[in-house]
């Protein structure tokens, strides 16, 4: 009977062991940052037509919003100026990696609200991988 009890504490004792590796091998992953800034047109029409669809697909995909600030509510804090010219609009999502945000951003679902989204405002983005 003792022989059983050690073969089953081994097998959890491994499963355990392969869970905590694969855990740790996750969070040591650096996500990757996608920076967006926004100069909005048309603030009314960009809040009430863009803004809600583009944030449904990038939650919807995966895609975690750092944060949104500036012109065309839906969620902005103020951006405070400390140097240079500040867009009217800016946000940074978390993805897991470029493959996950190039696929939400080549998306029908993305591309069809962007199509709206360039008619109020015009878009600079770029991708950086975070620090681990």
Do not use: C
Request: aromatic share 8%.
């Amino acid at each position: 009977m003792k022989t059983h009890h050690a073969i089953a504490l081994a097998i959890v004792s491994a499963i355990g062991s392969a869970t905590l590796v694969q855990g740790l091998h996750a969070q040591g992953k650096a996500p990757l940052y996608l920076i967006t800034e926004i100069d909005v047109s048309n603030p009314e029409k960009y809040g009430q037509e863009f803004a809600p669809k583009a944030q449904a697909t990038i939650r919807a995909a995966g895609g975690n919003f750092i944060l949104i600030g500036g012109a065309a509510g839906v969620g902005a804090k103020p951006v405070t100026n400390i140097e240079g010219t500040p867009p009217k609009r800016v946000t940074i999502q978390a993805w897991d990696s470029m493959e996950a945000m190039k696929k939400w951003y080549d998306s029908d679902d993305y591309q069809d609200a962007l199509k709206i989204g360039r008619q109020y405002a015009t878009f600079r983005r770029y991708a950086v991988e975070g620090q681990q």
